[in-house]
């Protein structure tokens, strides 16, 4: 059975394919526990996987690495980005966007979900939907990160979104700044 906190996250989700993989996590969550990475079998869902990764954390170093990026990944970053520490990726002027996604993710241990342009200056005319998911192997310390992120072209996602996420047909990465799920349930 979903907590209200889930269920709240869960309506926040704009695209059929989050939904689908926060489903899936939330179903491999047990007695309040993070799942592990274990716990994931990409055969699940397998029309997501080119647009998943795995992002490996280290806590105590405060960095995250990029363990596993699915294929159609490499065409919105412009290469592949196994392997890779989240710092070195480039994001434009959404660099601190991001790594306070992942430290949030990483440090609440909650998910977190969003809509921002990019992945980065080279790609404004696209929308990214998308979703950090925390994994543990110990059921409260995250130390892997499931990612979905999902692109549309701007005017595409402000259809899909609605106009609540958008300001006067511009995009504003404020107003979609992640939406995380509380910790009331």
């Known amino acids: 059975m979903a907590t209200a906190a889930e269920l709240a996250f869960r309506a926040q989700l704009v695209i059929p394919e ?3 993989l926060f489903d899936y996590w939330a179903s491999r969550t047990k007695n309040g526990e993070l799942p592990a990475r274990g716990d ?4 699940d869902f ?7 990764s795995l992002i490996d954390v280290d ?7 990029v363990r596993l990026a699915g294929t159609q990944l ?9 392997g890779v520490q989240l710092n070195d990726v480039d994001y434009g ?12 993710v990483a440090f609440e241990g909650r998910p977190a979900q969003g809509i921002v342009r ?3 200056e080279f790609k404004q005319h696209l929308a990214q939907f998308w979703l950090k998911l925390p994994l543990s192997q110990d059921g409260k310390k995250v130390s892997m990160i499931l990612s979905y992120d999902a692109f549309v072209p701007v005017a595409r996602a402000q259809t899909i979104a609605g106009p609540e996420r958008f300001d006067a047909g ?5 107003l979609a700044a992640s939406a995380r799920m509380s910790g009331a349930g």
């Open 18 to 20: 989050q939904r689908q």
């Open 40 to 43: 994931i079998n990409p055969c």
């Open 46 to 52: 397998p029309r997501l996987l080119p647009l998943i």
């Open 59 to 65: 806590t105590e170093h405060k960095s995250f690495r």
């Open 74 to 82: 490499r065409e919105y970053y412009g290469c592949d980005i196994t």
């Open 93 to 104: 002027s959404k660099t601190d966007y991001w790594l306070s996604t992942y430290n949030r």
């Open 118 to 120: 990019g992945p980065g």
């Open 170 to 174: 511009q995009f504003s990465p404020d």
